[in-house]
């Protein structure tokens, strides 16, 4: 597998691996349904599974040759503009979403979305006292 080279240089790395695999738009797809997430890619697919459903037949039993038996964790779809992103994530937050759901929505991983959360806290007026502080 290529590290950087090629048509699929601009992807992170796992989906780069999925697309040289399967194919550029099974990648993307699996990345626009599950980005941001850790999924388990079974070492058999039964005909009713979900990977198949999303990536098609092809694309799927090719991600469980290459991840067969592993959880591993999606990169967001790269197709998705940054700033909306942001914003979705912080109305999740706001809101009091769960972070695998703000990931989900979002296609960011959950270590993002612990990230936003605090850099939101340490914007907070300090000089303000909490609600809840006794």
């Known amino acids: ?7 699929y240089a601009s992807l992170p ?3 780069r691996q999925i697309a040289e695999a399967s194919s550029l ?14 999924i388990y890619v079974p070492r058999r697919l039964p005909d009713d599974h979900w990977l198949i459903a999303c990536m098609g037949r092809d694309g799927a039993r090719a991600l469980a040759q290459l991840y067969g038996g592993e959880d591993i964790v ?8 940054q700033h909306a992103r ?7 937050i706001v809101k009091g979403e769960a972070a695998d759901e703000i ?28 609600l809840f502080d006794e």
């Open 1 to 7: 597998m290529s590290r950087g080279a090629g048509p």
């Open 13 to 15: 790395l796992i989906l």
């Open 25 to 38: 738009d099974a990648a993307l797809r699996l990345a626009a349904a599950k980005g941001g997430t850790r």
């Open 74 to 81: 999606l990169p967001a779809d790269p197709r998705r503009g």
């Open 86 to 92: 942001v914003r979705a994530i912080r109305r999740g």
């Open 103 to 130: 990931a989900q929505a979002c296609n960011v991983t959950r270590r993002q979305i612990f990230w936003h959360k605090a850099r939101m806290r340490d914007r907070r007026d300090r000089r303000q006292k909490d």
